[in-house]
């Protein structure tokens, strides 16, 4: 629950520049009351403003908590109306750069029926907004935006209720703009939103089994009727990002605070056997070296003698007996020879008779494909800044999951829940499971040592070798085709190295955790999955395996979700083979496609393979796609040219890539000159947003198709940097890019038309588009990921091409 | 420790600190800027960059003894007036940024870029760029805003009768 109180005038003036935008301030002045526990956030931030802290900045004290969670089944959680007549919105959850934020507050202001410059949106803070769990698995609009669009609806309804009890005239006599209610017929009658409840509380008790149900009894507007969604209005938080203004998650300061290194062990498994802290005691400004079992952090009055210290520091470490892991060249044959830790069978996990189908098949293809472990790298390495004043811990943290890493952090530090709050701010790219919970529990745990205010952060080598990697697979698939080239059975086996798969803040396998000596009862089993396709299939099999590494607690190599967990990973093998089985049956890939979706079926899929036709159709126009079977006649020149499609479902969203390359002989290198992306995710909040999040995530996955490939030796990771671990430049990047946002609902007019998630889907295909078009170009197939220079001229080498 | 005087965005700062100390650390840590961001420490990424006689220049392996008494530039300083340089403009025009954290790179490399080549083509935006990386992928918004940034500062130019923009 929620209470109100008085804004200090020093708080009001640090909010005005905390958030960067001259609005907040007229907010305040106009409601002249506020949510207390946002103002007891704002009293911790003012420290922030400014890294030369001013005198009115140190008189203000940390409030003492318990940091309560905020009611979900309130109303005045959600919404808050100033007597200016600008509402405020809380959510629980955080904006990785995909623009959410700003979607949000379309769809809030939209249903609320306010402008959306009169609004204003709080994110991420688990003291002032309820639980929705952050961000992850491409949810923000497709599930927590029903209940911001539920509960702004309501907000509505409760006004409108209002004026007619003010006006004495039934509901259905008012009509409302811009936070105005007016009578119909009458426009001289009216009353503002702020008029009628401007800092007063609403009072309203909300329903819903869970949060994402939460709800009154409003009804949403129909899709037609919205103003503000489906409008491409600017994100609101780009100008501060590019004028310099915004502070981040690594702007956080508080007077006090300090700055801390790891020091990590350097063989994966090392056991600490001594340290030397004399060894650093010179460096100006050292305050101590912290450590518990392997972990080991050093702690300076300065951010520079941290890293100093961190590099001079002297640790004796016992290096394991054995290999921790294969060397990564060696890895797809030991995963292919391991023994499963997990076999998993898809629903439903055969269909048919495929082994008697294979028998009879007039032509029977079988491949290979192998793809890597493949890291977050977050561009800013992990970071956080724990404030442990007053026996609370306040985090300032950008993790994606804050709500989360409260609860995780609570539970490391044995500390009652209610002492701890995570303070989100915006910060470098957060695309799954990153090293920011990591950072998150070490600053904790290093400002509850220290007893001061602590700031650490990863250094490259840390952050690109420690993070959490998206899992490595090997598959095997057999397909049959009859005499009319028609796919008629399927055989699909992947195995994966996701054993000991970790989750998202969780204390026992947060890497200061594992290091400390935390263990969980049992390791995660991991997990793969079936390809995402509608293919009608009739005979079918698909088989899931998961295998183990040799190290399985305080390795590097930790599986964890990474941008659509093993999307690209499967979905480069599944729509790989499918390429290849329609060269085989001399067909092209497009009407191949379109062949296996439209086959007689009587599942309940109906709606999902109507759809994926018509994105597919779409996909094949946007590129003026010609009808032939690959690869193409191999040309002459040099640069050799091909085209490739790839297709997936993710959710309820559906993608269909096509890549254009150009594939260099002399040197192996290929250029994707053009994408064209075909996307339907239903509703459209924001559509020049959604398409910046769609370029995004094409050229993440296409980084990974030709880039990105973690390495290693049997006891540490090798690709330590942006030169060993490669990813896209601008010189790679295509000329051209096409997206067409595709409505494929077979009523597409349908006013409850609902949005299906955007996050993740594009980048699952790009590698099999790019794959699909350098073997129409070259008539070469490349079965392993990335397709760097080398691999690809080796392969255009051997079949001399 | 050594006495430094360091002018940063027109404004002279004396600081008495060890010379070998990145120049990144002072800027972020003593005088409060926060454009400059820490990306990798090794002058890979970009996510540092600052402008020194008109050249973008790694602060996170830039000594501050190798920049005394030079004219420095953050992102915080490139707006003149109360107004966006017009990269910045363009940058919003654009609507460039996903999570924004390498964008001080992007921008500042550009503005030396552009500075350089008023008028680049394809090839020279791509090679010229090719440092800056970005982990969200903005690199195609970033090329259409540098090409509306040259559009942009050539008009800017023809108006003004002179090469003055920032």
């Not at chain 1, 029903?146 to 409108?160: F, G, H, N, S, T």
């Not at chain 1, 062990?265 to 001594?274: E, Q, R, V």
């Amino acid at each position: 629950m929620t209470e109100f109180t008085r804004v200090p005038k020093q708080v009001e003036d640090a909010m005005e520049k905390w958030n960067g935008t001259t609005s907040r301030r007229d907010f305040l002045k106009g409601s002249g009351l506020m949510v207390v526990s946002f103002s007891a956030a704002a009293m911790v931030n003012p420290n922030l403003i400014n890294a030369t802290a001013s005198a009115a900045v140190a008189e203000v004290n940390p409030p003492a908590g318990p940091y309560k969670d905020p009611d979900f089944r309130q109303l005045d959680s959600w919404i808050v109306i100033r007597q200016d007549n600008t509402a405020a919105f809380y959510v629980g959850k955080t904006d990785c750069g995909q623009g959410t934020g700003t979607a949000f507050r379309q769809i809030m202001a939209d249903e609320l029926d306010m402008a959306f410059d009169k609004t204003d949106l709080i994110m991420g803070n688990t003291e002032t907004t309820v639980d929705q769990g952050g961000s992850g698995g491409s949810d923000a609009i497709r599930v927590d935006g029903w209940p911001m669009r539920r509960v702004a609806a309501e907000a509505r309804r409760v006004l409108l209720e209002m004026a007619s009890k003010q006006f004495g005239a039934p509901v259905d006599q008012f009509s409302v703009s811009e936070g105005v209610i007016t009578v119909k017929g009458d426009p001289s009658i009216k009353v503002t939103y702020g008029e009628l409840i401007g800092g007063k509380r609403f009072n309203v008790t909300l329903t819903g089994k869970d949060i994402d149900a939460t709800t009154g009894v409003a009804n949403l507007k129909p899709v037609q009727e919205h103003k503000i969604i489906g409008k491409s209005l600017p994100r609101y938080d780009i100008p501060p990002k590019v004028d310099g203004s915004l502070k981040w998650a690594v702007d956080a300061k508080v007077p006090g605070m300090v700055h801390a290194r790891n020091v990590r062990p350097p063989w994966a498994g090392a056991k600490l056997i001594s340290i030397d802290e004399s060894s650093v005691r010179g460096i100006p400004g050292f305050i101590k070296v912290v450590s518990k079992g392997n972990y080991v952090a050093v702690v300076c009055e300065r951010e520079e003698d941290a890293i100093k210290a961190s590099r001079q520091l002297k640790v004796n470490w016992e290096k394991p007996a054995t290999p921790s892991f294969p060397k990564s060249e060696d890895l797809y044959d030991y995963m292919r020879n391991a023994s499963p830790t997990s076999v998993t069978q898809p629903t439903p996990p055969v269909v048919g008779n495929p082994d008697d189908a294979l028998a009879s098949a007039a032509k029977v293809i079988e491949a290979e494909y192998e793809f890597p472990f493949q890291g977050h790298v977050s561009f800013g390495p992990a970071h956080a800044m724990a404030d442990p004043s007053n026996g609370q811990m306040t985090i300032y943290s950008n993790d994606m999951k804050a709500y989360r890493l409260r609860r995780g952090v609570a539970d490391f530090l044995g500390m009652p829940q209610d002492r701890v709050r995570v303070i989100w701010m915006e910060g470098s790219q957060a695309y799954g499971r990153t090293a920011a919970d990591d950072a998150g529990f070490e600053a904790a745990f290093l400002a509850k040592e220290v007893g001061r205010p602590v700031r650490v952060q990863w250094m490259r080598h840390e952050e690109t070798a420690w993070d959490t990697k998206g899992p490595a697979f090997t598959f095997k698939l057999r397909g049959g085709l009859d005499t009319q080239g028609n796919l008629i059975a399927l055989v699909y086996n992947a195995r994966t190295a996701d054993y000991n798969h970790v989750d998202y803040n969780d204390p026992n396998t947060v890497l200061i955790g594992q290091l400390v000596g935390r263990r969980p009862s049992a390791p995660a089993k991991g997990g793969a999955g079936p390809p995402a396709d509608m293919y009608v299939i009739p005979n079918l099999r698909r088989t899931t395996e998961v295998v183990r590494l040799p190290l399985v607690w305080e390795t590097p190599i930790r599986a964890g979700n990474l941008r659509d967990p093993n999307g690209p990973q499967i979905a480069f093998a599944s729509e790989s083979f499918i390429d290849e089985l329609a060269a085989a049956a001399k067909a092209d890939p497009v009407e191949f496609r379109l062949r296996l979706l439209t086959g007689s079926t009587d599942d309940d899929k109906v709606f999902t393979r109507a759809r994926s036709i018509a994105v597919v159709k779409a996909a094949a126009a946007a590129y003026g796609w010609d009808n032939r079977p690959s690869p193409k006649a191999l040309g002459t020149g040099n640069i050799l040219t091909g085209r490739g499609i790839a297709y997936c479902y993710r959710q309820t969203t559906i993608v269909v890539e096509i890549a254009e390359v150009e594939v260099n002989r002399t040197t192996g290198h290929v250029w994707v000159k053009r994408l064209v992306c075909a996307h339907d995710c239903g509703l459209v909040i924001n559509p020049d947003g959604l398409l910046n999040t769609i370029e995004g995530n094409l050229l993440h996955g296409l980084s990974r198709g030709l880039h990105e490939e973690v390495q290693f030796d049997t006891d540490k990771i090798t690709s330590v940097d942006w030169i060993s671990y490669p990813t896209l430049t601008h010189a790679d990047t295509p000329a051209k890019i096409d997206i067409v946002l595709v409505n494929g609902d077979p009523n597409p007019n349908r006013p409850d038309l609902p949005p299906y998630g955007a996050g993740e889907a594009a980048c699952r295909i790009t590698p099999a588009a790019v794959a699909n078009a350098i073997y129409d170009a070259t008539g070469v197939r490349i079965r392993r990921v990335p397709f760097r220079d080398k691999r690809v001229l080796a392969a255009l080498k051997a079949a001399k091409v | 420790m050594s006495k430094f005087t360091l002018k940063v965005n027109g404004r002279t700062h004396t600081l008495d600190i060890d010379p070998s100390t990145p120049l990144l650390y002072i800027l972020r840590n003593d005088l409060g800027l926060q454009g400059p961001r820490f990306g990798c420490g090794l002058g890979q990424c970009g996510s540092c960059t600052v402008l020194i006689k008109g050249l973008a220049v790694r602060s996170c392996v830039t000594p501050v003894s190798a920049v005394r008494g030079a004219e420095i530039t953050t992102l915080e300083g490139l707006a003149r007036d109360g107004r966006l340089h017009p990269v910045q403009q363009a940058w919003i025009d654009e609507q460039v940024p996903q999570c924004g954290f390498c964008q001080n790179g992007q921008i500042m490399t550009a503005k030396a870029l552009l500075d350089k080549h008023p008028n680049p083509t394809d090839q020279e935006i791509r090679e010229g760029m090719a440092g800056a990386l970005c982990r969200c992928m903005t690199y195609y918004r970033v090329q259409a805003a540098i090409k509306r940034a040259a559009k942009m500062m050539a008009a800017a130019r023809r108006a003004s009768g002179s090469e003055v923009i920032a």
